[in-house]
């Protein structure tokens, strides 16, 4: 229970990243470009929608300040990342040919890196306060921070019943989807 929770924390980072991820759909007629402001007022109102949920007692209130830095310092860097990518676009740097797969591995491993890092300082963060959270407060946690992934599914059957074309994502035998970026193909 205690890893499904603190999975759920790194989850609300995902939350908090959820506008910059939203603009990659691959079935998204009609994208919807997000400018670097709008991205990171998103994020705040995200942490604080959550924090407010939680309805946290003075005393966990305390913890609550290296948790947000940590999923701060997380949503900093997907929207960086997805900053960089929109400037790219439109300055046109995208490159003639794609790099070679070895390269493209090595990079992709060094995002993951990252990303591993910015989510393991925020588990370590959230352990903390998860462990002063009574049910309520830890129900409320994860529907905060699954909320995102409800919505994406209303979306998808949404487009499923009205385009009737849509991307199937692969999944593995663990029934994880494979969406790209950081899925580790080449």
Request: charged share 35%.
């Amino acid at each position: 229970m205690k890893k499904l929770v603190l999975a759920g924390l790194a989850a609300l980072t995902v939350v908090g990243s959820t506008a910059v991820y939203a603009h990659q759909r691959p079935w998204a007629h009609h994208q919807i470009r997000i400018n670097p402001e709008d991205r990171a007022a998103l994020a705040d109102a995200r942490i604080a929608a959550v924090k407010a949920g939680l309805k946290l007692s003075p005393d966990q209130e305390k913890l609550w300040s290296p948790v947000e830095a940590a999923v701060r310092d997380f949503v900093k860097l997907r929207i960086d990342r997805a900053n960089a990518r929109m400037q790219a676009r439109q300055s046109g740097e995208a490159p003639a040919t794609k790099p070679d797969p070895m390269v493209r591995l090595s990079e992709r491993a060094d995002r993951m890196a990252a990303t591993a890092s910015a989510l393991k300082k925020i588990a370590d963060a959230a352990d903390p306060l998860y462990k002063t959270l009574d049910e309520g407060q830890k129900r409320r946690l994860t529907v905060l921070t699954r909320m995102d992934r409800r919505m994406r599914r209303e979306e998808w059957r949404h487009r499923r019943h009205h385009d009737g074309a849509f991307e199937h994502h692969r999944r593995d035998r663990s029934g994880a989807e494979d969406r790209g970026e950081d899925s580790g193909r080449l």
